[in-house]
């Protein structure tokens, strides 16, 4: 009996953790690949037990899937209008919080961007340009937005190749499918891109304001993960990552 015992304790342990520890599926804006890899990991150092799985891609999409039945917990949209859409439509189980502001910029792994403007994707040497697609890409409609302000949508959209997503369209630009991108400032200032180019920020004048939101949606409205991951994001920590990667935080100025 007394050799039982510390294994009948240590399944007792062993089970309480597996009892206490939880699970969360992020349904993220592709603008936040490196961003939140780092929250998440900080996040974890604090709730080691607690798994947070987190799928990137476009923020037009998650928002049809999570209408569909999609099992995501928390939604992190590129445009806050998407979670507010769910929220109206019954599909959230907390308000929308806006989290940040992105910003667009010019983006080449083999031209040096930095001194370029948008006018410059209209040299000839210039054959194939990557955005997001506006269709259901909120950055690819502010780039959109940008070079139809900028008097230059005619004479590009020839030129143009259509990510599904921000990474996907900063991934045609960085395998040479395309010469130059309008991609995040958030994935342009990354080590792995930004070692191989330079980058333009283009004025935020040129478009409509880039606002973001998350919402836990209704599948975890009994989620506590999904609070405490909620409440993470607006921690000291947190913020100091998103403005690490150029984000501006709600109630900062932004750089023009």
Excluded at 25 to 42: H, N, P, R, S, Y
Excluded at 123 to 149: Q, S
Excluded at 187 to 202: H, S, T
Excluded at 235 to 244: G, Y
């Amino acid at each position: 009996m007394k050799l039982l015992r510390p294994l009948l304790l240590a399944c007792s342990l062993l089970f309480a953790a597996t009892a206490h520890a939880e699970k969360v599926t992020v349904a993220a804006a592709a603008d936040l690949k490196f961003a939140m890899g780092e929250i998440v990991a900080t996040f974890k150092k604090a709730h080691p037990a607690d798994e947070v799985e987190v799928i990137y891609g476009s923020s037009g999409k998650f928002h049809t899937q999570i209408q569909q039945g999609a099992p995501y917990d928390l939604y992190f949209s590129a445009d806050i209008a998407f979670p507010r859409e769910l929220a109206k439509a019954g599909f959230a189980a907390s308000e929308v919080k806006p989290y940040a502001f992105g910003r667009i910029v010019l983006w080449s792994a083999g031209m040096d961007a930095s001194k370029m403007t948008l006018a410059s994707l209209t040299d000839p040497k210039i054959a194939r340009i990557a955005i997001a697609n506006p269709k259901h890409a909120p950055y690819g409609k502010r780039a959109e937005e940008a070079l139809r302000a900028s008097g230059l949508w005619e004479k590009v959209e020839p030129k143009l190749v259509y990510g599904e997503n921000i990474a996907h369209t900063a991934q045609f630009v960085q395998t040479g499918n395309a010469q130059v991108g309008i991609i995040a400032l958030a994935l342009a200032v990354n080590p792995e891109l930004a070692n191989k180019g330079g980058y333009w920020l283009i004025p935020d004048k040129l478009h409509e304001p880039l606002e973001q939101g998350f919402v836990i949606t209704k599948r975890a409205a009994g989620n506590a993960l999904a609070r405490r991951f909620a409440d993470y994001m607006g921690s000291q920590p947190a913020r100091a990552v998103m403005t690490r990667y150029g984000f501006v935080l709600p109630g900062e100025a932004a750089g023009k």
